[in-house]
């Protein structure tokens, strides 16, 4: 299975564009990039999925370049309620098992 | 509908004791999975069932147990409680195993303590 690393943490302003970038080295052919977020005492909630090139969805965008080696999750104009743990996941399939989290990036949202 | 529910949400436990923890995949959903989720960690995958049989699990001691009920329906078992099994207990259910556009859907958890 594909190890991901992505930053422990980010700060951010309220109403700017946060960009989290997740590496994923060894990602296989058939792997699709899919990131969750996850609110305190919640549990993790499908943000978006992508294969390759762009994705867009009303709550973010997902990029991918040619070597799908990264991808970067793109939050628009965070908010207070923005503040959670964002995990990247690589699997052949978003509803396959075993899903597999590493410790995801703490970003903090500040007024 | 109903997203996937978890029962209880909280309980508490002493050491050697057992517990039970339940799930509800969202209607429709065959496939369920249990994640353990400490503190300050991401969730580790524990099992995972479709239609009633077990198709994967994790590195957990053979403390840990589960099976899934004929309306797919699923129950975490764990025996002989340690001071590390605390965690929150999640479970997340999807259409099958293998549906490449259906994300795994999670419950709010069950928060496990044990004393």
């Known amino acids: 299975l594909a190890k991901t690393t992505q930053p422990i943490s980010m700060d951010s302003y309220e109403g700017q564009e946060v960009n989290i970038t997740c590496s994923h080295n060894?990602?296989?052919?058939?792997?699709?990039i899919t990131w969750y977020q996850q609110f305190p005492s919640q549990g993790p909630r499908f943000i978006i999925q992508?294969?390759?090139t762009k994705v867009t969805n009303e709550v973010a965008s997902l990029f991918i370049p040619a070597d799908r080696k990264s991808s970067t999750l793109s939050l628009p104009r965070v908010s207070l309620s923005d503040t959670a743990v964002y995990y990247c996941l690589v699997a052949w399939s978003s509803g396959n098992t075993p899903l597999v989290f590493g410790k995801g990036t703490r970003l903090s949202v500040i007024a | 509908d109903a997203g996937v529910t978890q029962s209880p949400t909280h309980l508490i436990k002493t050491r050697g004791q057992h517990v039970t923890l339940r799930c509800s995949p969202i209607s429709g959903h065959k496939s369920v999975s249990w994640y353990q989720q400490v503190l300050g960690q991401g969730p580790q995958f524990i099992f995972q069932y479709y239609e009633k049989e077990e198709r994967g699990r994790g590195n957990f001691p053979d403390r840990f147990s589960a099976r899934q009920f004929p309306n797919y329906s699923s129950e975490l078992n764990v025996n002989a409680l340690l001071l590390g099994d605390s965690a929150l207990y999640l479970c997340?259910?999807?259409?099958?195993?293998?549906?490449?556009?259906?994300?795994?859907?999670f419950g709010d958890g069950t928060r496990l303590s044990i004393l």
């Open positions: 060894n990602i296989a052919t058939n792997d699709y």
């Open positions: 992508g294969y390759k």
């Open positions: 997340a259910s999807s259409l099958t195993p293998t549906d490449v556009n259906q994300p795994q859907h």
